[in-house]
């Protein structure tokens, strides 16, 4: 079986692993940030201990063009990000209020406790 085959090359910015939603840049990652296979297929358990061996080969083969994609879906990712940080959903911004809430109540009575929670929260 050619190596290619172990995955669907969705478009440029896109590869996945066959028959999985795994992008392979999860388990790169993974690798590059010293994971081994073993705990790659503890952590990812839909995927195979061969899928993710012919991720990491399929990397070490073609690493140049492999960290150039490395690199664009880092960079589409951290715009995603940051657009994401600048325009926040409702329920996003309505969340984040309610956090902020329970924290100036938390802080206000400084005796809190996990046994006060229940009382804490605002009606």
């Known amino acids: 079986m050619e190596l290619e085959n172990y995955f669907e090359f969705i478009h ?3 590869i996945r692993i066959k028959g999985t939603r795994v992008n392979i ?5 993974d690798y590059l940030e010293g ?3 073993e705990e790659m297929a503890i952590n990812y358990p839909t995927l195979s201990l061969e899928q993710i061996h012919a991720t990491i080969l399929y990397y070490l083969a073609n690493q140049g ?3 150039e ?3 664009r879906v880092r960079a589409i990712q951290e715009e995603a990000w940051r657009e994401s940080q600048a325009n926040p959903s409702e329920f996003i911004v309505d969340l984040r ?3 902020q809430e329970q924290r100036r109540i ?3 009575n400084r005796n ?3 046994d006060t929670y229940e009382t804490a929260i605002p009606s």
């Open 69 to 71: 994609y490395l690199e």
């Open 35 to 37: 994971g081994s296979p």
């Open 97 to 99: 209020n309610r956090i």
């Open 112 to 114: 809190w406790t996990p």
């Open 12 to 14: 440029e910015d896109a």
């Open 65 to 67: 063009e492999t960290d």
């Open 25 to 29: 840049e999860t388990l790169l990652r």
């Open 106 to 108: 938390c802080h206000k």
